[in-house]
C-alpha cells in the first residue's frame, strides 16, 4: 500500500517540475527542492527523536552511495530532462527504471533472480520507450528523453543502498541526510553552470518548489523507502508503473498537454512487459541465474 500511495504522489513530479521551470533553471529547482526535503526530513528527526541514529557508522556507506546515485545523478538528470522533453514522456520513459531493475539487479549483480520471462518482458519496454522516443516531425531526438532513460540505470543501485541503509536507521536518517548532502552539490552545479535567478524568480516558484519538497521529495520518498524495505525493490518498481497514467491525466488537465498517439500505444508494449516482468513464475518456471 505504501508503495502505491508513494506512486500516486509520485506522477505529479514531472507536472510540479516542469512548472517551477516558469521561473527557475532546472539544476536551481532540484537544488531548492531537495533542501526543502531535507529541512522536512529534519523536523521528522527531531519529532520521532531520531538524530542520535545518525552516529551509526555502519549505514554512511550505503546512505552516501544512494545519496550519489538518486540524490544527485538520478535527480539532477532527471530535473535537467524535463526541462526539455514533456511530462508525459517523462513519465513514460521513467518505467525503463523496472527493465534497468531487473538487468542489473537480476543478471549482473544476481542480487533477484533472473526468468526466460524477464529477457522478453525487458524487451517490450525497450520497444515501448523507443516508440516514445521517435522524432515527432521535423524536431528530431528530444535530450530531455534520452536524459531520463540514463537517469533511470542509476536508480537500481541507489535502491538497493538505500534497502541495505534501512536495515540500520530509518527512512528519515537516510533521506535528511541524502537531501542535505544532494541539495548542497545540485546548487553548487547550478550556481557554476546556470544563469542565477534573482529574490522574484525563487518567491514565483515557490508554492512548486514546497510541493516538490515537502510532498514528493519528502512524503512520497518515506512511503518508497519503507516499501523497499518490506518487498523486493523489482517488485515494488513494477507496483509504481502505475505512475505514467496518472501523469498523462494531470499533464492533460494541468499542463494542457493532450497525449500523442504514440505516447498511447507506447502503453501497450510497456504494459506486456511489466507483466512479463512482474508475473509469479509457475512452478515449471526455469531459472536462468540464482546464485
Request: aromatic content about 10%; some cysteine; proline content about 5%.
Amino acid at each position: 500500500m505504501s508503495i502505491l500511495l508513494s506512486a500516486l504522489l509520485w506522477s505529479t513530479f514531472p507536472v510540479v517540475t516542469i512548472l517551477s521551470f516558469g521561473t527557475l533553471a532546472p539544476l536551481f529547482s532540484a537544488g531548492v527542492s531537495t533542501l526543502l526535503a531535507g529541512a522536512f526530513f529534519a523536523a521528522m528527526l527531531t519529532w520521532k527523536h531520531e538524530w542520535p541514529l545518525l552516529l551509526k557508522r555502519a549505514a554512511w556507506r550505503d546512505i552516501l552511495q544512494t545519496t550519489l546515485l538518486i540524490g544527485v545523478i538520478f535527480c539532477g538528470l532527471m530535473f535537467i530532462g524535463l526541462k526539455h522533453t514533456s511530462a508525459g514522456n517523462g513519465a513514460i520513459l521513467s518505467l525503463m527504471e523496472v527493465f534497468f531493475s531487473f538487468v542489473i539487479l537480476g543478471a549482473i549483480t544476481r542480487h533477484e533472480p533472473l526468468l526466460p520471462r524477464t529477457m522478453i518482458g525487458g524487451a517490450c519496454m525497450v520497444f515501448g520507450a523507443l516508440l516514445v522516443l521517435i522524432p515527432q516531425g521535423t524536431g528530431g531526438w528530444q535530450s530531455g528523453d534520452l536524459l531520463i532513460i540514463a537517469a533511470t540505470a542509476f536508480a537500481p543501485l541507489g535502491n538497493r543502498a538505500t534497502q541495505r541503509a534501512r536495515k540500520i536507521v530509518t527512512a528519515n536518517v537516510i533521506m535528511f541526510v541524502r537531501s542535505v548532502v544532494s541539495g548542497c552539490f545540485l546548487l553548487l552545479l547550478a550556481w557554476l553552470f546556470e544563469p542565477h535567478p534573482d529574490a522574484d524568480a525563487f518567491f514565483s516558484a515557490l508554492t512548486y518548489l514546497l510541493l516538490n519538497g515537502i510532498l514528493l521529495l519528502g512524503c512520497s520518498k518515506i512511503l518508497w523507502v519503507e516499501g523497499i524495505h518490506r518487498i523486493p525493490i523489482t517488485k515494488a518498481i513494477s507496483i509504481e508503473a502505475v505512475t505514467p497514467l496518472f501523469t498523462l491525466l494531470v499533464a492533460w488537465l494541468v499542463l494542457f498537454e493532450t497525449p500523442s498517439i504514440l505516447q498511447v500505444t507506447s502503453l501497450v508494449p510497456i504494459a506486456a512487459g511489466m507483466w512479463l516482468l512482474t508475473k509469479s513464475p509457475g512452478a515449471s518456471a526455469k531459472v536462468l541465474s540464482t546464485d
